[in-house]
C-alpha cells in the first residue's frame, strides 16, 4: 500500500494498541497534520462534551484538507462521521494483552497526545479502564467492523499486531525516501 497515496487517515483500534505511535510515525512519513482525539474530547478536569458539541467539533476537525485523526470516541456519531470523511481506515487489531501491557506502560506518565490532567494511576478508575481494554473484543471491535461494512468505497486496511506495525512503518519510510 502506498500510504503517501492517502491525505485523511482515521487509526482506531482498541486503548493501549499503539494507535497514538502509529499516527505520530505516519505524520513524520507522510506530513500530515495529526489529530490526537484525546486531546480534542476531553474538557477542562476530565469533562465529558455533549454528544452535539463532539459531532460539532469533528465536522470542524473532518473539514480539514489533510489530517490523520489518532483515536475513536464514537459519542454522538462523530466516528460515522470521520469513516465517511476519510480516504483510508487502518484498524489496528492488536491481542489485548500487548494493549493491557501497552497502558500499564504508560500509566502515570505525562503524554502528549492527551489532555494534561489524563494521568492514569493505579486505582479503580484504572482497573475501570483495563476491563474496558479487556473486552474490546466483544464489546467495540464488531461495531468497527460493521462500520467497514457501510463504507465499502472507504480502504481499510487491518494491522495484525505490533510486529507488522513495524514492518509496515519500515516499508512506508523506505517508500518516502525514494520519493
Known sequence: MNILAYSKIMVIGNNGSGKSFLSKQLAAITGLPLVHLDVEYWLPNLTRPSDDWWRQRN??????????LDGNFPQGGAMELRWAAADLVIFLDVNRFACMAGAIKRNGKERPDGPREF??????????????????????????LASREKYPGTPFFVINGRREMHRLLREWR??????
Do not use: N, P, S, T
Open 119 to 144: 494521568h492514569a494511576k493505579f486505582d479503580l478508575g484504572f482497573l475501570g479502564f483495563c476491563v474496558f481494554i479487556w473486552r474490546f473484543k466483544r464489546l467495540r471491535k464488531a461495531g468497527y
Open 59 to 68: 465536522i470542524e476537525l473532518i473539514a480539514q484538507e489533510k489530517w490523520i
Open 174 to 179: 523506505d517508500m518516502h525516501v525514494r520519493i
